[in-house]
């Protein structure tokens, strides 16, 4: 090659090969396909899976109870009814045949002219641990206003929810048997039932009253106490004096 074709090749456009610069070729960058979930195109199939997780979760509660009510006596019966009916306590003044306990209202055992039968309790085999100091007495008065019952107990765990039903059988035939009613086979709830809510205070002591309008007559024979999470654990049975 002449040194004129030499001259000519190592120029482009008058820009010397000197001055020129060689820029990298930079393949554009790929960005990734992200799809998104089925729940998240399709708004119906994400409020079908909350629903799903929502009913899962209604359900576990429900075994749960269910697990801790035993099996399908008629006493088991009873409890796992009354577990669903428990309700926030109210006072006795103007109360209504759905209360269930007020610890401030008068004793059953200073209700005036009414005859009053009472029990001391005794610990069951059912109870669950930690529940063998538990002792008290339950009072059950008949008077012009009906039924009136009152439970103390202590030795209780502190600051627990418990509950109490009037029973239809003696502490020693079936632990008390199922439920007192007023009416057999009907409602599982007050006021066909007499039903007394209550929390164990900071020493593990509790007191309430409950009344109802009607009168047991010498039906309602027992008062068992259980704990509310558990209840088919009676803990303790008291036998009235009739």
């Known amino acids: 090659m002449d040194q004129y074709t030499a001259g000519r090749a190592s120029e482009q456009d008058g820009v010397p090969t000197t001055q020129r610069t060689t820029q990298p070729v930079v393949p554009p960058a790929i960005r990734p396909v992200t799809r998104r979930a089925t729940s998240e195109r399709h708004p119906r199939a994400r409020r079908a899976r909350n629903r799903l997780v929502a009913g899962g979760t209604a359900a576990a509660a429900t075994a749960l109870l269910l697990s801790g009510c035993g099996g399908?006596?008629?006493?088991?019966?009873?409890?796992?009814?009354?577990?669903?009916?428990?309700?926030?306590?109210?006072?006795?003044?103007g109360m209504s045949d759905m209360a269930m306990g007020d610890p401030?209202?008068?004793?059953?055992?200073?209700?005036?002219?009414?005859?009053?039968?009472?029990?001391?309790?005794?610990?069951?085999?059912?109870?669950?641990?930690?529940?063998?100091?538990?002792?008290?007495?339950?009072?059950?008065?008949?008077?012009?206003k009906g039924t009136t019952v009152t439970v103390s107990l202590t030795g209780l765990k502190p600051g627990h929810h418990?509950?109490?039903?009037?029973?239809?059988?003696?502490?020693?035939?079936?632990?008390?048997?199922?439920h007192f009613q007023f009416t057999k086979g009907g409602p599982t709830a007050p006021p066909n039932e007499v039903h007394l809510?209550?929390?164990?205070?900071?020493?593990?002591?509790?007191?309430?009253?409950?009344?109802?309008?009607?009168?047991?007559?010498?039906?309602?024979v027992a008062v068992v106490v259980h704990p509310m999470e558990a209840m088919d654990n009676r803990i303790a049975c008291a036998d009235f004096g009739f």
């Open 197 to 220: 809510v209550f929390d164990a205070d900071a020493s593990g002591k509790a007191m309430t009253t409950v009344g109802n309008d009607k009168k047991t007559g010498e039906g309602a």
């Open 72 to 93: 399908g006596s008629s006493a088991d019966t009873s409890d796992k009814a009354a577990a669903a009916s428990a309700a926030p306590s109210k006072g006795m003044d």
């Open 162 to 178: 418990y509950m109490a039903h009037l029973h239809a059988r003696h502490c020693n035939a079936d632990n008390g048997g199922p």
């Open 104 to 144: 401030q209202a008068t004793p059953a055992d200073r209700i005036p002219g009414a005859d009053v039968v009472k029990g001391s309790f005794t610990l069951l085999d059912t109870r669950p641990p930690g529940m063998d100091d538990v002792k008290g007495t339950a009072w059950l008065a008949q008077g012009p």
